[in-house]
């Protein structure tokens, strides 16, 4: 997935509309839908939907790691 399919991942988690995603990222709705069409395939999801709740999993997951690596470097200074 490019940067750019990773932005629009990202806000189709946060549940914006392709109208929005591409007011916010400067683009054309075709541009957006082209790389929706291309998160869908590359993680082999069926709609946008399926694409939301991805990345809002994906997001979970991340921020877990980071609070559990966070938390690991504190124990260690710690000690």
Known sequence: MTPRQFEVFQLLGKGMST???AGRMA???HTVKAHTAKILEVL???SR???G???LMYES???T???ATSQN???ERAN
Do not use: C, D, P
């Open 19 to 21: 109208r929005q995603i």
């Open 27 to 29: 683009v054309t709705e």
């Open 44 to 46: 082999g999801l069926e």
């Open 49 to 51: 939907l399926q694409a």
């Open 53 to 55: 709740l991805a990345a």
């Open 61 to 63: 997951a991340w921020r």
């Open 65 to 67: 790691t980071v609070s």
């Open 73 to 75: 470097a504190n124990t």
